[in-house]
């Protein structure tokens, strides 16, 4: 699997999401509302959820498993930080 493309969207400082992500997988399949967030121990991402009946939020399309997890986060958080220094 190759990430293909990051799509980063800025928002104003609201909180502490600083913005949304759309990213495409293999030039095939795409994945948007990924958020960066900006946490007490640093920026990470939050995959995209929805509410369910018991009031907690559950991922809906998440990595499954720790690695791909770190990888897709760093890939984003690097686009984030190209994108903000220019």
């Known amino acids: 699997m190759q990430i293909t493309d ?6 104003e400082k609201e909180g502490k999401m600083r ?3 759309s990213i495409t997988i293999d ?3 795409v994945v948007h ?3 960066i967030i900006e946490g007490d ?8 959820s929805r509410k369910a009946a ?3 939020y559950r991922d809906i ?6 690695e791909t997890r770190e990888r ?3 890939m984003i958080l690097d686009k984030y930080q190209q994108t903000i220094d220019e």
């Open 6 to 11: 990051i799509r980063i969207r800025s928002v």
């Open 19 to 21: 913005a949304v992500v």
């Open 27 to 29: 030039d095939e399949f």
């Open 33 to 35: 509302d990924i958020k």
């Open 41 to 48: 121990k640093g920026m990470f991402i939050a995959m995209p």
């Open 54 to 56: 018991d009031g907690e």
């Open 61 to 66: 399309a998440h990595p499954i498993n720790t």
């Open 72 to 74: 897709l986060q760093r």
